[in-house]
């Protein structure tokens, strides 16, 4: 079984702080994506990575970066929280063999901004 | 406009019945397809990729009409288990290589007994 973990379920921080967000996964997946996901609005991609030291920007890259130093590891940094940054963050890992492909995703931190 | 769309429901429906939940898909060079299923309080898995001829997986049918631009998703005797949001999932080429994928909003499912 494909195993995507995060590294808080629950993150409460103040407006400012930098903030990382861990995600791990076991299966060797060179693909990982860090999402939010927000009522009404579904899930939205804020950056991904093809491999290892590659990132592109997402969607929504406003107020995040990233880090792939490792292949199983990719982090989600928010360089100064602020409010509109309280949110679900989901990160997934994709498997692909042509056209086909399932993205494996991790349980999702909630974070809290005050 | 949003490049994917679907209709947020909720739909409420008995045990037994038949549903189909539409979405549709602005980008025509669009590569390939798949629904999601997210549980409350639960990430996305995914539920089946949607092939070009129609795909059918026990109770649920999969079809997609690229003329129109528009995926279906069909589940036949709805079991309260059916109960879930459920996403719709575009890739489309990336500008730099490889694919982005785009998701729907989601459209929630209630089977009530």
């Known amino acids: 079984d494909v195993k995507v973990t995060q590294s808080s379920r629950y993150l409460v921080k103040r407006t400012g702080e930098k903030v990382f967000l861990e995600c791990v996964q076991d299966m060797d997946h060179e693909n990982m994506f860090w999402y939010r996901q927000d009522p009404g609005l579904g899930l939205r991609l804020i950056y991904f990575s093809y491999d290892v030291k590659m990132k592109e920007k997402g969607d929504i890259p406003e107020g995040y970066s990233v880090s792939r130093e490792k292949k199983e590891r990719f982090s989600l940094i928010l360089e100064s929280a602020s409010t509109n940054q309280t949110s679900m963050y989901l990160c997934?890992?994709?498997?692909?063999?042509?056209?086909?492909?399932?993205?494996?995703f991790g349980p999702g931190t909630r974070l809290l901004v005050l | 406009r949003k490049e994917v769309e679907q209709d947020p429901g909720p739909f409420n429906v008995p045990e037994g019945a038949t549903v189909a939940f539409n979405c549709t898909y602005s980008n025509s060079a669009s590569q390939s397809f798949f629904w999601y299923r997210q549980d409350c309080r639960k990430e996305p898995k995914l539920l089946m990729s949607v092939y070009s001829s129609g795909n059918e997986d026990g109770r649920f049918t999969a079809q997609l009409n690229r003329a129109s631009q528009y995926i279906s998703l069909l589940i036949r005797d709805s079991k309260l288990s059916d109960s879930a949001t459920y996403l719709c999932?575009?890739?489309?080429?990336?500008?730099?290589?490889?694919?982005?994928?785009?998701f729907g909003a989601g459209t929630r499912l209630f089977v009530k007994a």
């Open positions: 999932v575009v890739n489309k080429d990336s500008p730099t290589g490889g694919f982005k994928t785009i």
């Open positions: 997934a890992s994709r498997r692909r063999q042509g056209y086909q492909e399932t993205q494996y």
